[in-house]
């Protein structure tokens, strides 16, 4: 999406906010993907030691998730 496109989306958000958190991310980019990866481990440990109690026909993978790259 473009920045235009986000306001548009998000219209809480100015201009300047998505510039702003746009600046922040390329500024800080292997900081934020080192603490994604982080996380995703952490997921995958916790769901390795506790499984889903979940019929398996709602849970979800990440391959579903919109985020992941």
Known sequence: MTPEE???EFPQL???DVYAALMY???NR???ERQD???RELVEQLASKYPSKLDP????DASDDPVSS
């Open 6 to 8: 986000i306001v548009g």
């Open 14 to 16: 100015t201009i300047a």
């Open 25 to 27: 991310y390329h500024d």
């Open 30 to 32: 292997e900081l934020l």
């Open 37 to 39: 990866r982080q996380a």
């Open 57 to 60: 026909r709602f849970r979800r």
